[in-house]
């Protein structure tokens, strides 16, 4: 149960009861609880968790003064205001029952917030949420995956909403489908806020962009003697879109990112000049300080709140809410307008990846905010690209080497695997191709230019054949497959899958067989397809080379497949699979 007492723009009373019974592991988490909260806006007033046992006795009591008491920093935040008051309970036996009943007075406030009464594998018995709020404040909600309705009423100006719901059941989430999709959910707004004291409008996108642009208003200008610097830098470059290249490799090369959300509740950045003296900044820091630059020899360029997160849930233009955890830059040329990452240090000029693409973002103009779409990436911007050379022994084992170039989210994938220490490279590696274990694995990091990332990879192989029998070798003809998932068959699938990107990935394999052997089953060519994709494999052998060669090619065309379309993508993973299960016979010669 929650309710909520908005008592103006950027102020309110919560009152928080949660009553769950855990009845095995998997609810183990329901044990632990983290309440952000901040010394001046939001206040934890008063906390209590009890804990029961399976006949209703009380176990445990904890209180406020229990908590542990944190600055939330993280792997990406190194400096904030925030704070976090967190505790959690070992369970020991099932069933337990966990209560919690805490109050907070919250002081800064954008919008109202969401109500998610549900989450997989939890059955509900009742939920209630109830708000109340000046009948002038422009209250708004919306529902997604839910038809629930609340009760209304209104005494003294003041609107009561009270929603509830009773004995749903448990339902196991579908492998591939994202929550924001499927997970019932409420959200909350009002039209005027105020949050860290400053006062804005969100009953419009365009609205809210202006209260943004007028946090960025005096922040997003260098000194003139800087401006003269970069203006010297680019007077050569002929064209608007390669001073925009050059530049945003200058901030490659010269900033780093910092994780830092100070001020007013980290959603104003640091001057420009502040990000040019210092050499470091966070996402807000980082895209400002890109759009002063390019200010600076007059290309205009947008300040951009997006939602970041592969497969993140998307604005919705119709119902004005701040769901941004991250800023990225828009440079609007005529017919090619321009995305660029600025916390980056490896991304490609005007590629902006998984983490930000094919949705919308709210981009910060003179005028107010405007929500446009971001890039949707195309097969093609994903690829892996590979040549091995296998030269099998007369024992079974093997020498090989692969040669991998790689664009977009898989050039992401090595360059990470590059900055990581030898052992767990090969660790790393052996798990994502899904090859069979080497006795030796030596990772030769190549070039990264214009966007490739090209790896090396020798492999020693004791026992490269996978079966011996008489004077024949049974062999998988690859070093890795290019496809490695399968799925669940599901009669009556509900939601869409996702993939991270769509993909295009190719291998070249050359096999030398030894001397005094021949080939005496070659698996047969094949080409399958479904309505998002296509899998085409050939093979020949060169008698006179004495040399089997495998091309091997599987695209993804879509990032989301559509749940009409997932038997037919089950069956294609199935057969795919049996073909690459295909074994290359050899035989010693009479």
């Not at 904890?62 to 008051?85: A, P, Q």
């Not at 210092?278 to 807000?284: N, V």
């Not at 040669?403 to 050039?411: A, P, S």
Request: aromatic share 12%; glycine share 6%; with cysteine.
């Amino acid at each position: 149960m929650e309710d909520d007492n908005i008592v103006g723009p950027g102020r309110a009373y919560e009152h928080f009861h949660k009553i769950v019974t855990v009845l095995n592991e998997k609810g183990n988490d329901e044990a632990e609880i983290g309440l952000h909260y901040n010394k001046k806006y939001t206040i934890v007033n008063s906390f209590e968790m009890r804990v029961y046992g399976a006949d209703g006795t009380l176990i445990k009591k904890y209180h406020k003064s229990d908590m542990y008491d944190r600055l939330t920093v993280d792997n990406e935040t190194m400096v904030t205001d925030d704070r976090s008051l967190s505790i959690g309970h070992t369970i020991a036996v099932y069933p337990t029952t966990i209560e919690y009943i805490y109050d907070l007075d919250v002081r800064s406030l954008i919008d109202l917030g969401a109500w998610v009464y549900q989450d997989y594998e939890q059955a509900v018995e009742n939920a209630y949420y109830h708000i109340s709020i000046n009948s002038n404040a422009g209250f708004r909600y919306i529902n997604k995956n839910t038809n629930v309705r609340p009760q209304k009423n209104t005494i003294d100006k003041i609107d009561s909403y009270s929603w509830k719901i009773n004995n749903l059941k448990a339902f196991k989430p579908e492998e591939g489908s994202e929550s924001w999709r499927v997970l019932p959910k409420v959200s909350f707004a009002a039209n005027d806020f105020e949050y860290y004291g400053v006062p804005g409008n969100i009953s419009s996108w365009q609205n809210y962009g202006k209260w943004q642009q007028s946090l960025n208003a005096d922040v997003c200008s260098l000194s003139p003697k800087r401006v003269q610097e970069i203006q010297a830098m680019t007077a050569d470059i002929k064209t608007d879109k390669e001073k925009v290249r050059f530049l945003y490799n200058y901030l490659q090369k010269n900033v780093r990112y910092v994780g830092i959300q100070l001020g007013i509740g980290g959603l104003k950045p640091f001057p420009a000049s502040f990000v040019d003296e210092k050499k470091y900044g966070d996402c807000k820091g980082l895209s400002n300080y890109m759009c002063a630059m390019l200010k600076a020899v007059n290309i205009p360029a947008y300040y951009a709140k997006v939602r970041a997160g592969t497969n993140e849930e998307p604005y919705n233009p119709t119902f004005p809410n701040d769901l941004s955890n991250h800023i990225i830059v828009c440079v609007p040329f005529k017919n090619d307008t321009t995305w660029l990452e600025c916390t980056s240090q490896t991304q490609s000029f005007g590629k902006l990846g998984k983490f930000t693409e094919n949705r919308n973002a709210l981009i910060i103009t003179d005028d107010g905010g405007k929500l446009v779409n971001t890039p949707k990436s195309i097969a093609i911007d994903n690829q892996l690209n590979a040549e091995a050379h296998i030269v099998l022994d007369a024992d079974g084992g093997s020498k090989a080497h692969l040669k991998i170039l790689t664009t977009g989210d898989y050039r992401d994938d090595y360059i990470g695997i590059e900055a990581l220490k030898t052992d767990e490279q090969k660790q790393v590696i052996i798990r994502m191709l899904n090859m069979k274990q080497p006795s030796e694995l030596i990772f030769k990091p190549s070039i990264d230019s214009n966007g490739i990332k090209e790896v090396n990879i020798d492999l020693g192989y004791d026992k490269f054949c996978d079966i011996t029998s008489g004077d024949k070798h049974f062999y998988k003809p690859r070093i890795f497959d290019l496809w490695q998932a399968t799925l669940p068959v599901e009669e009556k699938r509900k939601n869409d899958y996702y993939f991270d990107v769509p993909v295009l990935k190719t291998c070249v394999t050359t096999i030398d067989l030894p001397a005094g052997f021949e080939v005496e089953t070659l698996p047969a060519s094949q080409s399958l397809k479904f309505s998002y994709g296509t899998y085409d494999v050939k093979y020949t052998y060169d008698a006179a080379k004495n040399q089997v060669v495998n091309t091997t090619k599987f695209n993804l065309t879509n990032q989301v497949i559509p749940a009409a379309k997932y038997n037919e993508m089950q069956v294609y993973f199935d057969a795919i699979a049996k073909v690459q299960n295909k074994k290359l016979v050899i035989r010693r010669k009479a």
